[in-house]
C-alpha cells in the first residue's frame, strides 16, 4: 500500500524558511513525479512545484526564485524548501506522487505565514 507522509509545516514570520519533507513507501519503483500542492481556504488546489524522476524541475510563478523541490530516490523522500515566505503562502501543503501506476496524496502539513 502506498503511503505518502509530509512534515515541516508551521508557523513562520514573513520572510522566514521553512522545509517540507515527504515521505513516500509502500511500492519499488523509481518512474515517478513528486509534486507539492497547497490549499488557501476557499481557494482551489494548486500546483506549487513538481520534479521527475531524473530531475527536472518546474516551479508555479508565484513561488519561482523562492521555493527549491529537490528528491532523493533512495529513500523515496522529496522535498520543498521554502525561502522568503510570504503571508499568501499560508496554505495546507499537500505531497503528491504521479506514475503510470498510482497516483495519490498525502494528508497535508499546515503552513502559516505570520507577523
Known amino acids: 500500500q502506498v503511503q505518502l507522509v509530509e512534515s515541516g509545516g508551521g508557523l513562520v514570520q514573513p520572510g522566514g524558511s521553512l522545509r517540507l519533507s515527504c515521505a513516500a513507501s509502500?511500492?519499488?519503483?523509481?518512474?515517478?513525479?513528486m509534486n507539492w500542492y497547497r490549499q488557501a481556504p476557499g481557494k482551489e488546489r494548486e500546483l506549487v512545484a513538481g520534479?521527475?524522476?531524473?530531475?527536472?524541475?518546474n516551479y508555479a510563478g508565484s513561488v519561482k526564485g523562492r521555493f527549491t523541490i529537490s528528491r532523493d530516490n533512495a529513500k523515496k523522500m522529496v522535498f520543498l524548501q521554502m525561502n522568503s515566505l510570504k503571508p499568501e503562502d499560508t496554505a495546507l501543503y499537500y505531497c503528491?506522487?504521479?506514475?503510470?501506476?498510482?497516483?495519490?496524496w498525502g494528508q497535508g502539513t499546515q503552513v502559516t505565514v505570520s507577523s
Open positions: 503528491n506522487l504521479q506514475s503510470s501506476w498510482y497516483t495519490g
Open positions: 509502500g511500492f519499488t519503483s523509481s518512474a515517478y513525479f
Open positions: 520534479i521527475s524522476a531524473d530531475g527536472n524541475t
